[in-house]
């Protein structure tokens, strides 16, 4: 078994836990030529879709194959612990976690001392968007990091940590930048509102220019820097809102230093919680 354009997955996918990061991950891989019958699937809840997918060979909560090429553990952190005793049997595996807070080094006292990766992908992976940033432990080979990333590309872009320390501060950009993001959406469009527009075609124009811009920023060649600069014409509109947005006291810098650090001590306070 090969997902398409990536390296080979020979024993099949194990998948601990589908719920919307977990579902995101299965959809992209069944579009990249992952076949069902070479994924087996632990959900205490599973959708009708998954069990629509049994009918094509999927194996949902079934016994496990004996020596999977990969173990995705896709659970919320909360429930890692009653998740990890049904791997008991399991064989030689690459384990992959995308539980936030969950240490290499927890993941290691109940799994062994064979490879294991922590990653952090974010909510877009659910449309193919996603970025995900991945950090492995020390047995972790390069074939081992090449495996995660083919699969963990079939729903986004992935970067590769030079170490596990950072983590924190990706959960704080990536992780939980989408929600930054909405935020600003909400912001935009209630100051549409406030200046005349209506409630629904503000939101409208917020969403488009908001999804558009971070296109163009994705596919230009120019820095963020340099888009900013090429729509900004001296002493129009735009420089103006700028002057406001821009400034190092009062603007979104600051602002936004405050909200990466918060977001990144809450990730290391409940790291070591």
Not at 53 to 61: F, P, S, T, Y
Request: aromatic fraction near 2%.
């Amino acid at each position: 078994m090969t997902l398409m354009g990536g390296p080979d997955m020979d024993g099949g996918l194990v998948l601990v836990g589908c719920g919307k990061m977990g579902s995101a991950m299965l959809e992209g891989w069944l579009a990249n030529g992952v076949k069902p019958a070479d994924v087996w699937i632990l959900e205490p809840h599973p959708s009708e879709r998954l069990q629509g997918l049994v009918a094509e060979g999927l194996h949902l909560n079934a016994g496990l194959p004996g020596a999977p090429a990969l173990c995705l553990l896709a659970v919320k952190p909360q429930y890692m612990r009653e998740a990890l005793p049904q791997l008991a049997g399991l064989g030689p595996t690459v384990y992959l976690s995308i539980a936030a807070g969950i240490t290499l080094e927890t993941l290691a006292q109940a799994l062994g001392d064979g490879p294991i990766i922590r990653a952090m992908p974010n909510t877009p992976a659910a449309i193919g968007r996603g970025i995900t940033a991945l950090v492995g432990n020390g047995a972790a080979t390069p074939e081992n990091m090449a495996l995660a990333e083919g699969l963990l590309s079939a729903i986004g872009e992935t970067v590769r940590l030079d170490s596990e320390a950072q983590m924190d501060a990706v959960t704080a950009l990536s992780g939980s930048g989408p929600a930054y993001v909405f935020h600003l959406i909400e912001t935009m469009a209630a100051a549409g509102v406030a200046e005349g527009l209506p409630a629904d075609m503000a939101v409208k124009l917020a969403t488009a220019t908001v999804a558009g811009a971070g296109l163009l920023a994705a596919r230009s060649e120019d820095s963020a820097a340099q888009l900013r600069i090429n729509v900004t014409s001296p002493a129009g509109t735009t420089e103006a809102g700028l002057k406001v947005l821009m400034d190092e006291a009062t603007g979104l810098p600051p602002l936004m230093r405050r909200t990466i650090k918060a977001a990144t001590e809450r990730s290391k306070a409940l790291r070591n919680s």
